[in-house]
């Protein structure tokens, strides 16, 4: 091959580099650039700047980044004139991931074309990176080295309904030992696959070996839905003219592939057409082209399939996802989502994985995907196991050669709970209770409280809910919960008190003045919880009773309680609620409170269903005679009607 005669040769001509750089032939390019570079004196400054600018390009195409990184600060400390340098210093760095002097050469960049959307993109995708690294998403990735070799792999593809097999591309050349290619000095890519076996474990992987083998370069397979037919990017060797990937397709007989044939997108061998994704309806081929009408680069377009060989007009999917970068190897889910690599939109370094969303007006949502999924290497060629979160993809991170191997991903599920109980205004468990939970996500679910009150419910994050528990001869009770839009597990508790329909109940902390009827302003809570219940039960009227303890004349406490009472009635008017609702009642110290267990349990001196009347509290200590008056100086309410505003 071309790399192995010129690598011998004694002399090399700067005319014979720049004609293999001119077919894309880099890597053989780079080796003679090189040669020429140290066969040039420090004296012949501009030459030597000219040829270490060249080379790095050529170094930068074939992903050997730290050899690119070299070259082009040569070329600075010669004074190479171009203004590209910067341009070219910024991506450099920028794939190294330093951030910092990446943006600093794209600023220089900007002072010579100061509208570059290719230098503002990346001053926005260095500020974006360092904020992505430090909050990434909760994507998991490992290197997947059953399939890995210690030359290169990429283009993984899931196969099968039940996606358990893996082809993709190599360039490990177990068959054709001999194909080296001037691109990336390596041999040609060949198509392998893997498949797990009977315990789910991914195999070692093997060579694809049907007539659909060329012996030359071949790659990023894509599946129709019925998964008979394979499209590829097949790419000959040139001697004379620049190589031109081909998009061709290969069906399926048995378990075999059969011998590719050319996919007539359009009728010249010479465009450009690269990495072919099928969508899984069978309507549309989408791929890679440089052709006319593009926006810079190389863009996405898309073809209509009438049958599987058969293709309609190019369309091109528009500026929303192509740039003046490259957009690369797509990858199509569904018929609203597609997936690709760029280097032209606000990335991480060099190739990023995007996922674009179609929205109702038929526009393109494009968005990054962050770390650490992207990284500040190239990271492309993405692949689900169906609707799951998990597949393949590949990258360069962490090869100083620049080659790619493939890595696995996977998301673990966000789990979003709510759980709690409902139980009565003493604590206790309300065997018979439900709890209705609406959500914006179209959810509507009546759930039915276990024998212990319990309730558990799964929901989804960033969401508004409105929850309400019910029980039979007990009040409703509302509660309004929006979930963190964060991914990440979550439990969230609410807990529901529901008031009985059928006795009176103890409004809890509820203070008055001294002898007085004046509300003090703790009481606020409780009065607001109190507007809160009777809102959640519109058609529920109510009678406000308060109640004294044994001191004092039986009129001096009624009088009391009675503007007591008012008080909390006016207090609940003025918030609101329909004056029609509710009645005042002052019983003073006429109706003695009786020990429930839960206050039992507070006061183990009080047995259970004791009445705090006056014979008894005399019976008790000082103290606990304030404990007993305290307990019998409270306001509650009893429900009075059912059916308020019916009619």
Sequence with gaps: MAVCAFAGCKSVKLSDAEEKQRLGEYYAATEMYRKLYRKTKPDQKELRSYIAYRMGDCERLVGNIPRAVSAYMNALRYNYPDSMLHLRL???????????????????????????????????????????????????????????????????????????????????????????????GMKNNALYFSRKDEQGRWQKAEEVTDAVVSGFDEGTPSFSGDWNTMYYTYCSDDAIDPRTAEIYYSTRSGATWGKGQRAAIVRDSVTLLAHPAASPDGKYLYFVTDAVGGYGGKDLFRTRLVGASDFGGMENLGPEINTEGDELFPYVRDSATLYFASNGHPGMGGLDLFKATLDSTGKWRVANMGAPLNSSADDFGITFAGTAETGFFASNRNDARGWDHIYSFTRPAVTILIEGYVSDADENAIENATVHIVGRDGLNLKVPVKPDGSYRVELERDISYVMMASAPDYLNQNFELRTDAEERNETYYVDFYLSPADRPVVVENIFYDYNMATLRPESKQALDNLVRILDDNPHVTIELGAHTDRIGSNAFNEALAQRRAQSVVDYLIEAGVDRARLTARGYGKTVPKTITPKMAETHPFLPEGAVLDEAFVDTLTPAQKDVADQINRRTEFIVTGLEYNLR
């Design 90 to 184: 910024g991506q450099i760095h920028h794939r190294s991931g330093r951030y910092a002097d990446a943006a600093g050469h794209y600023a220089e960049y900007l002072t010579y074309v100061p509208n570059s959307a290719v230098a503002l993109n990346g001053i926005a995708g260095c500020e974006a990176a360092v904020q992505w690294s430090e909050h990434p998403t909760r994507y998991q990735v490992a290197r997947m080295d059953i399939f890995n070799s210690r030359r290169s792999e990429f283009g993984p593809m899931l196969y099968g309904e039940k996606y358990d097999q893996l082809y993709f591309n190599s360039t490990r050349g177990l068959v054709h030992r001999d194909s080296v290619n001037a691109i990336t």
